[in-house]
């Protein structure tokens, strides 16, 4: 909301403030603007009729059309989970480390509270993704905590280990098929890292998100961040740690997520399966607004934290044209970007944005990706359309 008689930060950039007038003001140097006076949401006409922020009761989609600031609210976090959200008492609470360590430990939300004092800013996405949620499970939060290896340090993994298993305290009953036969079982949520992707300096325990206690739906009290990695790594309500020699071959981590998609080796197509595990480069466009004389096409880049080389932006069949990036976010924040769309016509105009990375990766377009079958790590470029007036 724009107080009045103080100008929106968005004229204080028309207005041509140096970057050190900005940081004078207390104001970051990138500034994804809220709407200016005069300035207009133009709407696209591609959205699927049946999009809806709250598909089902326990499911967020972020509306991407109201990204205004690079950190996603709290309360427009994107939220999902497989088996409902369990109560955790946070006086009883405690996440125990366990398996092949030195020493099994048991840290309470209050230890975990007073030795997770920094910060990382991270976004991801859900791996199954896609247009018909408008590509909307998808944040970028601010996370308080501290790095994994450093409470795993504390219990010391054993040499001969290779692989860290994090489980959530939701459970569920699965069919766990054997030869056709469906055995049931109840099992917790659970997810993997080898050994050494667990001690990386990135991954996190959160007990925060935007300088607040994790809600009930982000994973209270504590959650796994895995910095660079599909949503699925981000395990929620984590209880246990279990390190362990041998892979982890649970549902979420060895057959629900996984992707199947021919590989052309030696002149042979392939078929290989594989786990859904660090982000696809991806570019989205959000949002287009109309202001005095042009239109701006704004959106973000979400991958592993390989650093970008640019973003480009097509209108119908026109050339790729440069966007500018956010140059202030960091390794594992979702970059937004925005592009100056100059005289754009009346009528309906076509939209993609493509983002290429410092290691040669070119974001794919939806025909270079027919050879993956499963729905996802969708990250193909993603025509959008607007009605111009
Ligand atoms: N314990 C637990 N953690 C979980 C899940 C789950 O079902 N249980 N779902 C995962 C998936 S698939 C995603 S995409 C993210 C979503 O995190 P969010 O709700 O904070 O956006 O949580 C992950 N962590
Ligand atoms: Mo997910």
């Known amino acids: 909301?724009?107080?009045?008689?103080?100008?929106?930060?968005?004229?204080?950039?028309?207005?041509?403030?140096?970057?050190?007038?900005?940081?004078?003001?207390?104001?970051?140097?990138?500034?994804?603007?809220?709407?200016?006076?005069?300035?207009?949401?133009?709407?696209?006409?591609?959205?699927?009729?049946?999009?809806?922020?709250?598909?089902?009761?326990?499911?967020r989609v972020l509306d991407i059309r109201r990204i205004d600031a690079p950190i996603t609210p709290g309360d427009q976090f994107f939220t999902l989970q497989h088996y409902g959200q369990p109560d955790v008492d946070a006086t009883t609470y405690r996440l125990n480390i366990d398996g092949l360590v030195a020493k099994p430990v048991k840290f309470s939300l209050d230890e975990i509270r007073k030795i997770g004092t920094t910060e990382l800013v991270a976004g991801f996405e859900c791996s199954g993704n896609s247009p018909g949620r408008l590509h909307g499970l998808v944040s970028n939060g601010r996370w308080t905590g501290l790095p994994l290896r450093a409470l795993l340090a504390r219990a010391g993994v054993n040499a001969d280990a290779d692989e860290v298993v994090f489980f959530g305290a939701d459970r569920g009953?699965?069919?766990?098929?054997?030869?056709?036969?469906?055995?049931?079982?109840?099992?917790?949520?659970?997810?993997s890292l080898s050994v050494a992707d667990a001690t990386r300096p990135e991954p996190f325990i959160a007990h925060a998100l935007n300088g607040q206690p994790l809600s009930k739906n982000q994973g209270f009290p504590i959650r796994l961040v895995v910095p660079g990695w599909y949503g699925v790594a981000n395990v929620k309500w984590l209880s246990e740690i279990h390190v362990q020699r041998g892979r982890y071959l649970g549902k979420f981590q060895a057959r629900w997520y996984r992707t199947l998609r021919g590989e052309t080796i030696n002149g042979e197509v392939k078929w290989t399966e594989a786990e859904i595990s660090r982000l696809?480069?991806?570019?989205?466009?959000?949002?287009?607004?109309?202001?005095?004389?042009?239109?701006?096409?704004?959106?973000?880049?979400?991958?592993?934290?390989?650093?970008?080389?640019?973003?480009?932006?097509?209108?119908?069949?026109?050339?790729?044209?440069?966007?500018?990036?956010?140059?202030?976010?960091?390794r594992y924040a979702w970059k937004l970007f925005?592009?100056?769309?100059?005289?754009?016509?009346?009528?309906?105009?076509?939209?993609?944005?493509?983002?290429?990375?410092?290691?040669?990766?070119?974001?794919?377009?939806?025909?270079?990706?027919?050879?993956?079958?499963?729905?996802?790590?969708?990250?193909?470029?993603?025509p959008r359309k607007v009605q111009i007036v």
Not at 342 to 367: I, M, W, Y
């Open 1 to 59: 909301m724009t107080v009045p008689n103080q100008p929106t930060r968005r004229q204080v950039l028309i207005g041509g403030a140096a970057t050190g007038a900005l940081a004078a003001l207390g104001l970051p140097e990138w500034i994804l603007p809220v709407l200016a006076q005069g300035e207009a949401l133009v709407p696209f006409t591609d959205v699927p009729a049946t999009f809806s922020t709250n598909p089902s009761p326990m499911v």
């Open 173 to 191: 009953e699965e069919d766990v098929d054997f030869r056709g036969r469906m055995i049931k079982v109840t099992q917790q949520f659970g997810r």
């Open 280 to 330: 696809q480069l991806k570019s989205v466009i959000g949002r287009v607004t109309k202001a005095a004389g042009h239109h701006r096409v704004e959106g973000f880049v979400l991958n592993d934290g390989t650093p970008i080389r640019s973003v480009e932006v097509k209108v119908d069949d026109g050339p790729w044209r440069p966007a500018t990036i956010d140059p202030a976010a960091a």
């Open 338 to 382: 925005t592009f100056r769309w100059e005289g754009a016509t009346p009528g309906e105009h076509t939209l993609v944005s493509r983002v290429t990375d410092t290691a040669g990766r070119v974001q794919p377009t939806v025909t270079d990706l027919e050879s993956k079958l499963t729905a996802l790590e969708n990250n193909a470029q993603w």
